[in-house]
Each structure stands twice: as C-alpha cells, then as structure tokens.
T-cell receptor
C-alpha cells in the first residue's frame, strides 16, 4: 500500500483559473508536508511546506492541511502556462530515521492559454 | 535559501565502468543527505540516506555494494555507481535538509542524468 497518494492526472486548466491538487497519506504519525514542482528533465523545487492544520498562503499558492482527514492540498490561483509541470506531494513522518521524505507519484498539471 | 550543487549534470559511460556523482551543500552544513533515482514518468524513489561520518542507510532492494555512498564531510556526499549496466540509466538526484529553518524544506540538487551504453 502506497503511503502517499496523488491523482496522476493529467489535470488541465485554462489560464487564469484555479488549479487544485490533492494528496492523501496513510495513517501514521505525520510531521511535515511539502509540495514540490518538477519541470520535465529537471529536479524538484520546493513550493510550499506546511506543518499545522489550516491554510498557508504564499503568493499565488495556498497549501491546505487537514490531519484528521489525512489530506493536504495545493491551490494555484491565476494559473499560468509556466505552471505546467508535475507537482509532487511529500510527507515526512514522525519517527522516521533521519527525516526522510516519502513522495507521491505526482500530478501532471497543464495550463492551456 | 539553501543551495545544493550536484555534478555532473549528465554523464555517458560504458557498461561495466563506474561513475561518481557529487553532491555539495554550498551555504549550509548537511549532516544528512538523500539520494534518489527517478525513471521516466515515475516519481522519486529514495535509494539511500547518507550520514556524515557513518555508513549510509539503504532502502530495501537497493544494492549497497553497487551504489557506494560516501559522506566524508558536512558539505559533501558522493554516490558511485559501480559496474554500471544499461538498466542503471536513470536520473539521480541528491537532496539535503537545511536544519537552520523548517521553511527551507529539503533542497534538491540539479540532478545527474546517467546513460550507460
């Protein structure tokens, strides 16, 4: 059983719309949650980190965490074609040796003009 | 923010040879670094956790004698793919966490695309 689940997509939204990306995780002691963006052929880059229940906003990005329901989401407002990429959800579980991350399989987002 | 430098960015080697990949934390000390492998259209798979001054911790199914990891200093970890074969061709990425701030998260190197011919 996978520990971090994402809808692989592809998710297609028009330019200017809100893109909503979701991630669920297994019932373990969870600690930290991260969203990464990965362009084709490149390494992941950190978009947001979130540790507490609720919303965290940074520019056009909002991360939402609900530990009771075991999901974390990422909203991208005013989506741009340059946002087209694979979005990876990552979870750092409490008690994990050396703080390693577990990644979901990623959601492919396409923003069309 | 934290910066992780990884070299080389790409390498082509002959089957049976060894390849070394370097990962450096440029502006912070990383007692722990992580090595991932990513095949096309797949997510990142953790290979091993590299610990400064001690042996690396390998994930299940990863051959420690084939993927040698050395973390001799607080800013440098190396991954050596020994006796490489075509099936080892992949995108290898290192990562480190800047413990100075949780906001930095885990920073990734730029990755190394290995092609074994």
């Amino acid at each position: 059983q996978k520990e971090v689940e994402q809808n692989s997509g592809p998710l297609s939204v028009p330019e200017g719309a809100i893109a909503s990306l979701n991630c669920t995780y297994s019932d373990r002691v969870s600690q930290s949650f991260f969203w990464y963006r990965q362009y084709s052929g490149k390494s992941p880059e950190l978009i947001m980190s979130i540790y507490s229940n609720g919303d965290k906003e940074d520019g056009r990005f909002t991360a939402q965490l609900n530990k009771a329901s075991q999901y974390v989401s990422l909203l991208i407002r005013d989506s741009q074609p340059s946002d087209s990429a694979t979005y990876l959800c990552a979870v750092r579980y409490g008690g994990t040796s050396y703080g390693k991350l577990t990644f979901g399989q990623g959601t492919i987002l396409t923003v069309h003009p | 923010g934290a910066v992780v430098s990884q070299h080389p960015s790409w390498v082509i080697c002959k089957s049976g040879t060894s390849v070394k990949i370097e990962c450096r934390s440029l502006d912070f000390q990383a007692t722990t670094m992580f090595w991932y492998r990513q095949f096309p259209k797949q997510s990142l798979m953790l290979m091993a956790t590299s610990n400064e001054g001690s042996k690396a911790t390998y994930e299940q199914g990863v051959e420690k004698d084939k993927f040698l990891i050395n973390h001799a200093s607080l800013t440098l970890s190396t991954l050596t793919v020994t006796s490489a074969h075509p099936e080892d061709s992949s995108f290898y990425i290192c990562s480190a966490r800047d413990s100075r701030s949780d906001n930095y998260g885990y920073t990734f190197g730029s990755g190394t695309r290995l092609t074994v011919v």
